[in-house]
């Protein structure tokens, strides 16, 4: 039930690099500690009292027992509040514990859509290193022939790749089909895709509420690569998935959650992603299948994209500093996936977010 060692070391090298006053790892020991302080208060006074009354030759006699009996108390209660850490860490250990295997992923079959850059890219390089068999998606036949190069040489048992639109439903058929006749199964479907044909979503983002620019072409459009093309791809995939008892991953956003101004478009399409596929699970594990549905729950993640948006404003270079990096969101969405979790947030503070609202 540890940590794994690679995880622990770079969040202590990132925890020094931006000076942080304290780093829990796991995260959840945040939880631990927080119920120990309420549990146990006044812990460190005990230690000090004990430290500072200790009878010695200055104390009268007649003080001495009535001292040793307080502080034979004091360290009863010390052991304790001993006992008390030690399970509440085992505790924050055991629920923080997924149950990842790398070594399931090795040989497994893997369809990931937008692959050309970001997250798509970074999970097809991981996926590649744990041996993997690997087809993606993007519109950008160039940078997929890069991707599926650079997989191979990472490891991918196979890498192929497939140049389409996700908002036309041949594209979609033919993915899905192509991973039947390379791999002849399906165990994971990785959703990820996110674009307009009608506008450059780097310039549009957060730049105009929907009073100011009612643009129904675009909104049309947006809804239909990344609502219907997300729920085409899984109905397609879902035969093999059955059969395979295999998981579905659609990476969702803060903005599923949250409602956020001149964003209308983006958090119609989250939140529309989160209501369906939080109603399949729901439906699939009523039918007995076992197929997983995770919806990863993204921030601001430091992709090349959210870079360019953020270095527009000051208060955006400022929130590029709180960002995550893309290989650790990576991983996190891939870890999520294999071990079946409902959702997983990156950062993990987003869950404090959507309990406020």
């Not at 119920?35 to 003080?63: N, W």
Request: hydrophobic fraction near 45%; aromatic fraction near 8%.
């Amino acid at each position: 039930m540890a940590a794994p060692m690679d995880q622990t070391v770079e969040a202590i090298i990132r925890a020094g690099a931006t000076r942080a006053r304290e780093v829990y790892y796991p995260a959840g020991m945040v939880w631990t500690f927080a119920k120990l302080r309420a549990f146990v208060p006044g812990l460190v006074d005990i230690l000090l009292t004990k430290m500072e009354m200790s009878p010695g030759p200055a104390v009268p006699a007649l003080v001495q027992p009535v001292l040793s009996d307080i502080l034979a108390t004091m360290s009863r209660l010390l052991w304790a509040s001993l006992v008390v850490v030690l399970a509440a860490v085992g505790i924050g250990v055991y629920w923080n514990y997924d149950g990842f295997d790398p070594e399931t992923i090795r040989g497994a079959t893997v369809v990931i859509t937008g692959c050309s850059t970001g997250i798509g890219e970074e999970m097809t390089y991981q996926y590649a290193r744990l041996g993997a068999k690997i087809l993606i998606t993007a519109r950008r036949e160039n940078r997929l022939k890069e991707v599926v190069a650079k997989a191979v040489s990472l490891g991918a048992q196979e890498a192929h790749y497939v140049a389409g639109d996700m908002g036309k439903a041949e594209d979609c058929e033919r993915t899905i089909q192509t991973a039947k006749e390379k791999f002849g199964r399906l165990d994971y479907l990785v959703l990820n895709h996110d674009g307009s044909n009608v506008k450059n979503l780097h310039e549009y983002f957060g730049t105009k509420s929907w009073d100011e620019d009612p643009d129904m072409d675009f909104f049309v459009d947006y809804l239909n690569i990344n609502v219907v093309g997300y729920v085409r791809l899984a109905s397609l995939a879902l035969p093999l998935l059955k059969e395979s008892k295999g998981h579905l991953i659609a990476v969702n956003a803060l903005l599923g959650k949250v409602p956020f101004p001149k964003l209308s478009w983006g958090v119609t399409v989250k939140f529309a992603l989160d209501g369906f596929f939080s109603s399949l699970r729901v439906e699939l594990k009523k039918a007995g299948h076992d197929v997983s549905v995770t919806l990863p729950i993204l921030g601001f993640i430091r992709t090349p994209a959210a870079e360019k948006i953020a270095q527009k404003t000051e208060q955006g270079r400022e929130m590029l500093k709180m960002s995550v990096p893309v290989d650790e969101t990576a991983r996190a969405i891939i870890r999520g996936g294999t071990t079946r979790a409902r959702e997983v947030y990156i950062p993990v503070s987003l869950v404090w977010k959507c309990d406020q609202h």
